[in-house]
């Protein structure tokens, strides 16, 4: 008896006060709480506030479940020096760290955690503070209607659904496409409710009734005596392609699905950051595609240094690891066992894409819902406004009744209560006789009154919060994220802290979208021209965006292939600072610095060359300073200024001849489709960085290129022209190229594309034996025409091609020479090409080198026999002065398994070659087998 009667002292008193607090003068504290909610099996009760100065304050917290008849405790729980910072904010108070339970209904609250959404239902919270040091009160009361449906991306209303569409993937779209009958199938119907029976049977502390709701098949789901919602259910066939139907809206359009019923609906900021919290653990899979492969042959191919056997696997993942979205992708191949540079490589990524992809989808969604929303609200408080306002007429109209006949008046009629006593006696002379004789009229029109009253109070209450509710929906959110939403320059951090109030968990996923890039393994990584501009670094890199600076960190071991064949690796690490872009221009300070590896430095070849050697204590240091932005409207630059120094014991002179310039300009002309592009560079003759693949020092460059577009863009025409002045010990000189390109597009016309091409990385053959990496000069000629069209379900596409290489490399010149015609017909079921040329290129041989041409001819065909298995065959010859000089046959199949996500492919191949006439024929035959695994799962 002493615990009840507590309860019910307690509960007195907590009316009391609220009672107390309603009839306070309102002090300056806006609030407005939303439904409790829960994430990684904790609940959290949002509270919405503003507040002019900062304070502490004292919360008591209690939810009820109302029903037509009475109402259910879900918890009733304090809160002791709650910290209200000045401003608006959002409050979280983390269920499990009240300070004290007055009651709780921990069958709620496990509901809560374990399916991470309210239950349908109509619930009313009420809020008492009380403010520290002044002892001043305020009480609030809120009301929310939670739609009856079964939460939709819920873990609970996927996993049903899964249950229907297993193993239908592969033909979800032949079946979505499939008209089903509106006609029940009660045998059908019955079929897919006993299903749904023994799913829901898996489902521990689960129940479901069979039912009809919305004049649909439904089955009604429990959890410990709580309505969890309702689920529609019909025939398999139709269920599936419901179920298609529902994903293929939340991919769309998912906030088609957040509840914007009014009145009594939670904020758009609760009822999406609770879509959001849902949507998010779908999205938390695992995706991958894994290939496998042996290879065989009977011999090596000329100049091939391919092994005879070896396997493959490559693969790719795309998951996510507590909360980050990442991939991760490897290449592996046993041949790496005889290389000294290794093909096989591993590497991870944060994939920013793909979260800030996520973010904006929230962002926009949040936008549609609330100005959806908005525009509802807006129509229900005309109708509240008209509502009240008719009620206030109806109750005018029934008080000037009282007044008039029975000389009642509305404060003697409220201090009454209606009792007919005390109205007689307040009244006199005939009056009193009138009363007497229409006590029941009286009784009736008080009735209506209080009624009235009652109506306006209620509807004034649904205004009040949606009001409150639209506020702070605006200010903590919308205002934030509208035109954030259509700017696509956006940074994930800047949406995350835009959108922070409408994500599940706005801490942790706001510091994560700082992160820029999180890289690891095999890199390959452009900083700048003058520090790392495109070697392979293995390694890691991080990049996090502050307030306005980004900052990036690079580290690892940088490797390309040196002139005599080895791997030279170097010791590289990069700090990097992206400044905000202030009046569209952005600059970035870079500090790259690195050592040899004990690799190069145990080389006496590099020792005898270089008279000064970095080392860990004493390494190269390299500062630069990069620029983008645009100057006018027209007008765009680029430009890097760097130097390098080493710390050696005498101290480095910072000079010209240590620094690097680079100055770029690109012109759009006014009103016609040109630009010109004109770039200076300049290298001093001791700026050093060993570390990049060929030297730049001691070299000046000029370099003009223009391109139009005539005749309403059918033709396009470009010029380069390209000066390198290069200096030495004793001389310097220059080195002038010049290059085009021209290029029609058209569907009426062939299209041809011209262009030549030159290159140089040094003046003259002399330079080479100065220079340590591998420097070239050459040209390129290319001439292509191509042409396409459609008739009827097939394509046809024409080309004809012409290509000349021409490349000096350490003294030793190539050449080659090809001409081909080539024709490719395509439909859905086979694709045919056919090709026929003439080619010449140089041929290394025991006599020396000499050139060999040869006219090739070729055909394949690939066929698709069916859903599964697709087939391929091809045969290519060559023939030389001599004979035939190649001559190759392929034969291939692919097969994908229905009920299975794998893929077989085999693939044969015999040639027969004959690359000279001085040396025998060889016959080589080649097979490969494979398998290729994709999957999906849950993420890690």
């Known amino acids: 008896m002493i615990m009840p009667l507590k309860k019910t002292i307690l509960s007195l008193t907590y009316v009391l006060a609220a009672c107390i607090a309603h009839a306070r003068p309102a002090d300056s504290l806006l609030v407005s709480v939303d439904p409790m909610y829960s994430r990684y099996q904790q609940a959290f009760q949002p509270i919405n506030y503003q507040i002019p100065d900062a304070q502490y304050r004292k919360l008591r917290l209690s939810c009820y479940q109302q029903t037509d008849s009475s109402s259910k405790c879900l918890y009733d729980i304090e809160y002791e020096r709650v910290l209200f910072e000045k401003g608006i904010h959002q409050l979280l108070l983390d269920f499990d760290k009240n300070s004290k339970i007055n009651d709780v209904s921990y069958e709620f609250i496990a509901l809560l955690k374990r399916f991470e959404f309210f239950p349908p239902g109509r619930y009313t919270t009420r809020l008492w503070m009380q403010q520290e040091g002044t002892g001043d009160t305020a009480s609030y009361s809120f009301e929310w209607n939670i739609d009856s449906a079964l939460a939709y991306r819920s873990g609970l209303r996927n996993d049903i659904n899964s249950s229907f569409t297993k193993g239908s993937h592969k033909n979800s779209n032949a079946f979505v496409s499939k008209t089903a009958s509106n006609v029940t199938n009660p045998a059908q119907l019955a079929k897919t409710r006993k299903l749904f029976e023994r799913r829901i049977d898996k489902q521990k502390g689960i129940t479901s009734v069979s039912c009809t709701y919305n004049n649909q098949a439904s089955e009604a789901l429990y959890y410990k005596g709580f309505f969890l919602g309702f689920y529609p259910v019909a025939e398999p066939n139709r269920l599936q392609k419901q179920i298609a139907g529902e994903e293929q809206r939340l991919g769309s359009n998912p906030s088609s699905f957040v509840n914007l019923n009014l009145p009594n609906a939670p904020s758009v900021n609760s009822r999406f950051k609770q879509f959001n919290n849902q949507q998010k653990k779908e999205d938390e899979t695992t995706e991958g595609n894994i290939d496998l492969s042996g290879n065989f042959s009977t011999g090596q191919e000329p100049n091939s240094m391919q092994d005879n056997n070896f396997q493959e696997i490559r693969g790719d993942i795309h998951t996510e690891i507590k909360n980050i979205p990442v ?380 391109q139009t577009s005539l005749f309403k863009s059918f033709l396009l025409l470009g010029v380069q022209w390209n000066r390198v002045k290069q200096q030495s010990f004793s001389s310097s000189g220059y080195n002038t190229r010049w290059g085009f390109d021209l290029q029609t597009k058209s569907k009426q016309y062939p299209n041809i594309y011209l262009s030549y091409k030159p290159y140089s990385t040094f003046r003259k053959y002399d330079d080479t034996l100065a220079i340590a990496q ?167």
């Open 327 to 706: 991939i991760i992708e490897g290449y592996y191949t046993t041949q790496d066992q005889h290389r000294k540079a290794k093909a096989s490589y591993f590497r991870f990524r944060y994939d920013v894409d793909k979260y800030k992809k996520k973010l904006r989808g929230s962002v926009s969604s949040y936008k549609n819902s609330y100005e959806d929303t908005k525009a509802k609200g807006s129509s229900f408080n005309n109708i509240a406004q008209i509502a009240i306002a008719k009620l206030r007429q109806e109750k005018a109209i029934l008080l000037d009744g009282l007044r008039r006949d029975y000389g009642i008046t509305e404060p003697g009629l409220n201090a009454s209560g209606c009792n007919m006593d005390q109205l007689l006696a307040d009244s006199a002379g005939k009056k009193v006789a009138k009363i007497k004789a229409d006590q029941a009229d009286i009784c009736n029109k008080y009735n209506r009154i209080i009624s009235a009253e009652k109506k306006i109070a209620a509807y004034q209450h649904q205004v009040d919060q949606y009001n409150k509710q639209d506020y702070f929906d605006k200010e903590l959110s919308y205002n934030k994220i509208k035109d954030i939403a259509n700017n696509p320059n956006a940074s994930n951090k800047q949406l995350a802290s835009a959108a922070k109030y409408i994500l599940p968990q706005s801490g942790p996923l706001a510091f994560m979208a700082g992160f820029t890039k999180i890289d690891g393994g095999i890199l390959n990584s452009y900083e700048s021209s003058y520090t790392m501009s495109g070697q392979t670094l293995k390694g890691g890199s991080i990049g996090y965006e502050l307030n306005v600076v980004k900052v990036g960190l690079s580290a690892g071991k940088t490797e390309y292939i040196s002139r005599d064949g080895n791997v030279d690796r170097y010791n590289t690490y990069l700090a990097r600072l992206d400044f905000k872009k202030t009046y569209k221009q952005q600059f970035s300070l870079i500090y790259f610095g690195y050592t040899p590896t004990k690799q190069i430095l145990d080389d006496p070849q590099f020792k005898k060359t270089d008279a000064y050697l970095p080392t860990f204590q004493q390494p190269v240091h390299i500062l630069s300073l990069t620029h983008t932005g645009t100057i006018t409207k027209d007008l765009s630059m680029e430009s890097e200024g760097a130097v390098s120094y080493k710390n050696s014991a005498n101290g480095d002179k910072i000079s010209n001849d240590n620094a690097a310039y680079k100055t770029a300009l690109e012109y759009q002309l006014p009103k016609i489709n040109s630009n010109l592009k004109g770039e200076w560079e300049h290298v001093g003759k001791n700026f050093e960085n060993n570390a990049m693949p060929y030297t730049k020092a001691a070299t000046e460059r000029y370099t003009l290129a223009g």
């Open 774 to 940: 591998r420097p070239v000069f050459g040209e390129v000629w290319i001439a292509r025409a191509t042409y396409q069209f459609k008739r009827g379900k097939a394509y046809h596409r024409f080309m004809l091609s012409y290509n000349s290489n021409k490349s000096t490399m350490d003294t030793l010149t190539y050449k080659s020479q090809t001409i081909q015609a080539g024709y490719i017909y395509t439909d859905k079921t086979y694709t045919i090409s056919n090709t026929a040329g003439w080619m010449k290129q140089p041929l290394n041989s025991i006599s020396g080198l000499s050139y060999h041409s040869s006219v090739f001819t070729g055909a394949s065909a690939g066929f698709k026999l069916n859903q599964q298995l697709t087939a391929n065959i091809g045969q290519d010859i060559a023939v030389a002065s001599y004979g035939i000089q190649r001559y190759t046959a392929t034969a291939g199949m692919a097969y994908s398994f229905m009920k299975l996500p794998f893929r077989l492919h085999i693939q044969a191949r015999y040639s027969s070659l004959h690359i000279d006439e001085t040396v025998p024929s060889r016959h080589i035959w080649y097979g490969q087998i494979g398998i290729n695994w994709r999957f999906k799962t849950q993420a890690f």
